[in-house]
């Protein structure tokens, strides 16, 4: 796999030809990947995989028509074929207004932020057996664990590099590590699954094995004997690790494109207080070692801190370049991309800040109610934000965590559930988006 030097002068020369060839502007990404995934199950080795590739894309304008061709051949002939073939097709594609490259002038000409993003380690395939196999080994060792789906563990390293016809060239790396192992309690009808998994940029911070194992045994045997949930409105608290999907569907209202196609939920709802005083969501692509961090985005903007949501009140859009045109306004450096096709814009290390009040507080004076530690489906309208999605957790009775449910579902309106989110004070940064426990009054379940 090339150095970050040599992805960054791959990137250039490709430019150069495509401006030779005639383009008015022209950008290139340029990535490449090596992994390692061990997969074992019952003990045994199940499976090993070794990945190592490269790719690279061209958008290639003429005025305002522009096509866009990527290859995983980079050799000078295929680069030769790549740019006649863009041009071509730049030739007979449709005038767009809104296409083009970010504003020359905002380009990031300083250094850029180091976020760690890369520990330079390469675990041998023997180590991650190893670890695979405690993870798993842990998990089966809980006492009423019957089956395992296996563990893996991964390990990988990525390299991108950005050009541009407007003076762009920069690159970097990361690496990345993961574990996880899924397991199996009771039998037949009455069986139930859960998991556990851990992912980190350095290889020293991924989770002992021990514990990732033990806690999808633990997770697996809770879920055992689940007991029948009566419909109607109730409370529902959201575990961190599902109560995270709320900022998804957050992050994919207030993209660019979903405002500029008027399919927001949240359309002319900027600078609104749309959840309680309070609440603070947070973009940080500066997080040393964040698992999302960079220090520029899929057209050379750098990357800045910012807050989505300020004391409850929305506070503006992610924004590429073409979403910015359409809407008038400037873009705002979350521009992301793929080798093919044009950008669109994504958070990075999004983060929902923790409350004032304790997990127990936060559950303590409710009747009944649901812990949701699992959501299935995808019942969401982006247009609307009607809600309605399976579930599974623990019945909630007078202030405590009982009996575990499943096969429920639960139901409200992202509008209004915003509204009425209570966030408690126990974030932990993990994953690229976090939150803390949360609560959301009103929503309806409907039982077995």
């Not at 002038?105 to 405690?134: F, H, I, N, S, Y």
């Not at 529902?236 to 399919?263: C, E, M, Q, W, Y």
């Not at 705002?332 to 923790?354: E, F, K, M, Q, Y």
Request: charged share 20%; hydrophobic share 40%.
């Amino acid at each position: 796999m090339l150095n970050i030097s040599q992805a960054e002068a791959r990137a250039a020369d490709l430019i150069e030809l495509a401006t030779k060839a005639g383009a008015d502007s022209a950008d290139v990404l340029y990535a490449a990947n090596a992994s390692t995934s061990i997969q074992v199950r019952l003990g045994e080795l199940e499976d090993v995989e070794r990945s190592e590739g490269e790719e690279i894309g061209l958008r290639f304008f003429i005025g305002t028509q522009s096509a866009s061709v990527s290859s995983s051949d980079l050799s000078p002939e295929a680069m030769r074929n790549l740019v006649e073939r863009a041009a071509a097709m730049a030739r007979e594609a449709p005038e767009d207004s809104s296409a083009g490259l970010a504003p020359e002038e905002m380009l990031l000409r300083e250094p850029g932020p180091d976020v760690q993003g890369d520990d330079g380690q390469d675990p041998l395939p023997t180590e991650l057996k190893a670890r695979a196999l405690a993870v798993e080994e842990a998990a089966r060792a809980v006492t009423g664990i019957s089956n395992s789906e296996g563990a893996g563990v991964s390990a990988g390293r990525s390299i991108i590099a950005l050009a541009t016809s407007h003076g762009f060239c920069r690159g970097y790396s990361t690496s990345g590590y993961s574990a996880s192992v899924a397991v199996i309690a009771g039998s037949g009808s009455a069986m139930q699954r859960d998991y556990a998994s851990h992912s980190a940029r350095h290889y020293m911070d991924l989770d002992n094995s021990e514990d990732i194992g033990t806690l999808a045994g633990e997770r697996t045997i809770a879920r055992l004997s689940p007991v029948r949930v009566p419909s109607g409105p109730m409370p529902i608290i959201f575990d961190p690790r599902v109560g995270s999907s709320l900022l998804g569907h957050f992050l994919g209202a207030i993209n660019g494109a979903a405002i500029a196609r008027k399919t927001s939920f949240l359309l002319g709802r900027e600078d609104e207080l749309i959840f309680a005083e309070g609440v603070t969501i947070r973009d940080d692509p500066h997080r040393v070692r964040g698992l999302a961090s960079k220090p520029f985005d899929g057209e050379g903007l750098p990357t800045r801190p910012r807050n989505l949501v300020s004391k409850g009140r929305l506070t503006g859009w992610l924004l590429d370049s073409a979403s910015a045109r359409q809407l008038g306004l400037q873009p705002t450096g979350h521009a992301t991309r793929g080798i093919g096709g044009s950008p669109g814009a994504s958070a990075t290390n999004v983060d929902l800040a923790p409350g004032m009040i304790s997990k127990d507080e936060l559950i303590g004076d409710v009747a009944k109610g649901i812990y949701v530690t699992e959501l299935i489906g995808h019942g969401i309208n982006p247009v609307t934000g009607d809600y309605s999605r399976g579930a599974g957790g623990f019945l909630i009775e007078n202030g405590k965590i009982t009996a575990p449910v499943s096969e429920i579902t639960i139901a409200g309106n992202l509008i209004e559930m915003f509204r009425h989110l209570t966030p408690a004070d126990d974030l932990k940064l993990r994953r690229s988006m976090n939150v803390p426990t949360l609560r959301i009054d009103g929503m309806t379940v409907a039982g077995a």
